[in-house]
């Protein structure tokens, strides 16, 4: 891998390809595989993952908003995609790029019905999200009857899957909550296919839910977060390898007086005489302030060196006094082979979700095939 010279994430196809067949090698041969994309592809870039996923053939892709699945439709995706959580102001848009809407409510299922039929549409595919716990989007159950009643006077859409999503998959603890959410969406996507008379695919599973609860798999899954290299457990995040590497390099190397303080606030007072690296990466970067005070760390020629002080827009201030380093050396945040975004994260008491898809626009990617 080349050294850095500036702030960049390296993006690893061939551990998204990885990750992919070990996701794949979970499932029975005909279980179909979606692949979410949202938020960048949770931090990556949407539109180069998806591309690659589309020719490792994965099935289908989701994002969260609308304006998500235009961009991968300009960039060329040609395979389904669902709208998580579309909102009823874009459906126009939507159709126009073919896209394919969750449909969670009465309110939202009327909306969209109106505008396909605007819009001439046939048998439109939709999805229909059930809610089995996790209390966020979702029909109930005394909802089955009105949407199998609804569908059944329309030929405007057509259902092309039933889903719903489980609430702690990764939380062991919480098994007997997962498998009464299971069940529950077994009663209930049974009872709508029965009175819609033709069968749409199921699907529950996140990566999580993919590795613990294989009688869960239905039709299809959907993986975000396993694809880029997490499995939410030190045993799963042992066989997926983070495909992302964000790295940097030092601007400027200061020596700090005991009695001097670094940066903002003065948060940081020292007690004795150090040594600090100032770094081009900041919380504008997405590197938040909880990282600041000595919680988040990086490293510096295989070595840890905690973040001194508060996390500045555009900069951060490392302790560097036991560490052999010059200024223009690179530096890693996070990555496969030192300190994962998901152990950073604990560092700080958040999890790698957060840490990745918070690295903003401004950090350049850089793609290695
Ligand atoms: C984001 C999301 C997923 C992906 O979850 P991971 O834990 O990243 O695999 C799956 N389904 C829904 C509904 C989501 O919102």
Known sequence: MPKAQETVLEIDLNALKQNFNYLKSKLKDNTKILAVVKAFAYG???????KYLENLDADYFAVAYVNEGVTLRQAGVTKPILVLHPIAINFKTLIEHCLEPNLYSVKILEAFIEIATQENQRNYPIHIKFNTGLNRLGFDENDIEFIANKLK????????????????????????FT???INTFKNYSEKLIDLLGY????????????LNYPEAHF?????????YGFGN??????????????????????????GESVGYNRAFKS???????TLPIG???????????????????????PIVGNVCMDMIMVDVTNIECKEGDEVIIFGPDFTTAETLAESAGTISYELITSISQRVKRVLLK
């Open 44 to 50: 990556n870039d949407s539109c180069e993952i998806a």
């Open 153 to 176: 006077e329309t030929s405007v859409v057509k259902v092309k899957t039933v889903f719903s999503h489980l609430a702690a998959s990764e939380d062991l603890n919480e098994r007997d």
């Open 179 to 181: 498998l009464t959410q």
């Open 199 to 210: 069968k749409p695919l199921r699907h529950m599973c996140n990566t999580s839910g993919i």
């Open 219 to 227: 039709d299809m899954v959907r993986t975000g977060v396993g694809l």
């Open 233 to 258: 457990s030190e045993k799963e995040s042992k066989n997926l390898k983070p495909i992302a590497t964000l790295k940097t390099i030092i601007s400027q190397i200061h020596t700090i007086e005991k």
């Open 271 to 277: 007690t004795t005489k150090i040594r600090t690296a």
């Open 283 to 305: 919380h504008a970067d997405g590197i938040n302030r909880i990282y600041g005070k000595g919680k988040g760390f990086v490293t510096i020629d295989g070595e840890k060196a």
